[in-house]
């Protein structure tokens, strides 16, 4: 992204990327460190979709979400953004990311409940409009 190291040896870290099974993503210290870094800032749609899952299945069995932090305020980043970004969504997608919002706001604290409620009003919003 910004030029670091030889062309060499940047071709040979993107050969490290995961680009077809998102699930060898899940819990993964390359992932937390990714998405901490700000990859999804440059994700397209199609991205999104494939980074989306491993996040949630990430943070999902934890007791809080802020107990995974650098993924869990990145994604209600996101999601509380820009609806390019989740054009190739559907209908079932984005209720399955509701509802997986509605339960982190059950599980987080009062401090983060906002993020995740705005997030919830940006999905509720995309649902009423796009389907």
Not at 76 to 96: C, I, K, P
Request: proline share 4%.
């Amino acid at each position: 992204m910004d030029n670091y190291g030889t062309m060499t040896e940047r071709k040979e870290a993107r050969t490290q990327d995961e680009l077809t099974d998102w699930r060898r993503l899940v819990g993964t210290d390359h992932l937390k460190r990714h998405v901490d870094a700000g990859a999804l800032c440059f994700v397209d749609a199609l991205g999104m979709r494939f980074y989306l899952p491993p996040c949630f299945v990430t943070i999902l069995p934890l007791d809080n979400p802020d107990d995974c932090p650098e993924i869990s305020r990145a994604v209600l980043f996101h999601l509380s953004g820009a609806d390019e970004q989740f054009a190739l969504l559907n209908q079932r997608q984005t209720v399955l990311i509701r509802d997986i919002l509605l339960h982190w706001e059950q599980k987080t604290d009062r401090w983060h409940r906002r993020s995740v409620a705005e997030a919830i009003r940006s999905v509720a919003r995309r649902l009423s409009t796009q389907y």
